[in-house]
C-alpha cells in the first residue's frame, strides 16, 4: 500500500533569502525555482510582494514559469499586503496565499500592543479577505510554538471558518521541545472544531537546534505539511532542512509518510542555492554536508570497504552523491590504504602493504590528508613505483 504524503512547503526563496547576504536577484530565483519545481516540492514560497518591487516581480516571473508546484506569497494580516499578493500571483497555475498574524501573549502585547479578541479579529479578516481572490489560503500564527494552545486553537477555529485551507503553526523563535512540538499538533487535531477542512503545516526554526526533530514530531502527530529550506537556511539559525526531513521519512518506512521528493536531485540542489547564495554547506551537515558520506578511520574505513552499511544508513547515490570516500588520514589503517593504493593503480601484496604503510603514517603524520600525490611519493620512497598497473 502506498504511504501517506506529507507536503513539502520550500522557502528557500522567501525565509531563505531572509538571510543576510543570501539576497538574489529575479534571475537567480527563477533558477532555483525552476530546479525546486523538478525536485518535486509542493510549493514553493515565492517571496513576500509587498516587501520590494525587486520581490514583487521575482514573484510574478515565479509564477509564470512553475509547472507543478503551487506558488506562495507571504503577506502580514494587511489588506494592502493581500492585493498585492494576489496580483504578484495572477499568473500562477496554482496560486496561494500566505497570510497570518502573531498569537502569542509576547507579540500581542509588545508588537502589536493589542488584545487577543482584536488579533482573531484581523486574523478573520485577513483569510476571508485573502479568499476573495485565491481559493488556496495558508494562514499563519505567528510564534505559536510560545502560544498557549487554548488561544492558538480558539484562533484556528476562527480561520478555518473564515476560509483558510492550511493552519501553519511555526514555532517561530526555535523554542519547543520535539514532545512538546508534537503534542501541540495533537491537541489542535483533537480540540479545533473543522480541523479534518484544513491540512496542519509545521514551520520550526532551528534556534535550539531541533527545528528537523520538531518537524517530524509534527508529522508524526498528524501535520501533513512541512516548512523547510534546501541547507536549512531562514532567519537566525535557519529553518528545517529540506533534506533532512525528507530522508528521514524515506529512511524509516515504520512511519509510514514519504515525500514527492526526488531525493536524486538533493545533492545538486544543495550545491546550487549554496553557490548562488554564497552560503557554504557546513561539511559535517547531514545528508548534503561535504563529510556526509567520507571516512577518514580506519576501523570505519576497513567496514565500509567490505560493506557500506557497516557505517552508511543511507546510499549516497539515493541523494546524489557519486560514491563515498574513503579520506586518507594518520587515523587510517592498512585496508583504506590498500584500497586508495589500488584505485591509483598499485596492487600490494601484504609485505609490501606493511612497508608502505610504515611510510604512509610518517607523511600522514605531518599531512591532514594524504592525497592520490602523495600515494606516489610514498611508493617511490619504498622503491615500488615500478609495479603501478597503468
Ligand atoms: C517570522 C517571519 O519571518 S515574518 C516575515 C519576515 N519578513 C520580512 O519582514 C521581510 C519583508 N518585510 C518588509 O519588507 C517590511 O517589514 C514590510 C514592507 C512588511 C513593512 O514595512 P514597514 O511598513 O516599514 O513596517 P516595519 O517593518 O517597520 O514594521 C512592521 C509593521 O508590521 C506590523 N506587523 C508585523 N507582522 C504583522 C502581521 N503578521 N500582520 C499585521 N501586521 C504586522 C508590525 O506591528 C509593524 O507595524 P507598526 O509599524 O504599526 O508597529
Ligand atoms: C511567517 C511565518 C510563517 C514565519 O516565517 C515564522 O513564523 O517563522
Avoid: W
Avoid at 147 to 162: P, Q, S
Wanted: glycine share 6%; charged share 25%.
Amino acid at each position: 500500500m502506498s504511504k501517506e504524503k506529507v507536503q513539502i512547503f520550500d522557502t528557500t526563496l522567501r525565509d531563505g533569502e531572509q538571510v543576510p547576504g543570501c539576497k538574489l536577484n529575479t534571475d537567480q530565483k527563477l533558477v532555483i525555482a525552476r530546479r525546486l519545481d523538478e525536485l518535486g516540492v509542493d510549493v514553493i514560497e515565492a517571496g513576500f510582494p509587498i516587501s520590494s518591487p525587486g520581490d514583487f516581480t521575482s514573484v510574478v516571473e515565479i509564477a509564470k514559469i512553475v509547472k507543478n508546484a503551487t506558488v506562495c506569497g507571504l503577506t502580514r494580516a494587511v489588506k494592502k499586503d493581500i492585493e498585492v499578493a494576489a496580483e504578484a500571483l495572477q499568473y500562477a497555475r496554482k496560486p496561494r496565499i500566505h497570510t497570518g498574524i502573531g498569537t502569542s501573549d509576547s507579540h500581542i502585547t509588545h508588537k502589536f500592543r493589542a488584545t487577543r479578541e482584536e488579533i482573531v479579529e484581523r486574523a478573520v479578516t485577513a483569510v476571508s479577505y485573502a479568499r476573495t481572490f485565491v481559493d488556496d489560503v495558508e494562514f499563519y500564527a505567528e510564534d505559536a510554538g510560545r502560544t498557549d494552545n487554548e488561544f492558538l486553537a480558539r484562533v484556528c477555529e476562527a480561520v478555518i471558518e473564515a476560509g483558510a485551507t492550511v493552519l501553519n503553526i511555526p514555532d517561530t523563535t526555535g523554542y519547543c521541545l520535539p514532545e512538546e512540538y508534537g503534542a501541540k499538533i495533537k491537541y489542535l487535531r483533537d480540540n479545533v472544531k473543522g480541523i479534518e477542512k484544513a491540512v496542519l503545516s509545521c514551520h520550526c526554526h532551528n534556534d535550539l537546534g531541533l527545528a528537523t526533530a520538531n518537524s517530524i514530531s509534527g508529522v508524526v502527530n498528524g501535520a501533513r505539511q512541512i516548512e523547510c529550506t534546501i541547507n536549512g537556511i531562514g532567519e537566525r539559525a535557519g529553518n528545517t532542512s529540506l533534506e533532512e526531513v525528507v530522508m528521514i521519512l524515506r529512511q524509516h518506512p515504520a512511519l509510514d509518510l514519504d515525500t514527492n521528493i526526488n531525493s536524486r536531485l538533493l545533492y545538486s540542489t544543495s550545491k546550487m542555492v549554496s553557490e548562488s547564495m554564497g552560503m557554504p554547506v557546513q561539511p559535517n551537515k547531514a545528508i548534503v554536508g561535504a563529510n556526509a558520506f567520507a571516512h577518514s578511520s580506519g576501523i570505519h574505513q576497513d567496514g565500509v570497504i567490505k560493506n557500506r552499511e557497516t557505517y552508511e544508513i543511507i546510499d549516497p547515490a539515493d541523494v546524489g552523491v557519486t560514491e563515498s570516500a574513503i579520506v586518507l588520514t594518520a587515523r587510517s589503517g592498512r585496508a583504506a590504504l590498500a584500497y586508495r593504493a589500488k584505485k591509483v593503480g598499485y596492487e600490494l601484496t601484504k609485505l609490501q602493504l606493511d612497508d608502505v604503510y610504515r611510510e604512509f603514517l610518517k607523511f600522514a603524520d605531518v599531512k591532514k590528508e594524504v592525497l592520490d600525490d602523495d600515494i606516489h611519493e610514498i611508493m617511490q620512497v619504498c622503491k615500488l613505483g615500478e609495479i603501478r598497473a597503468v
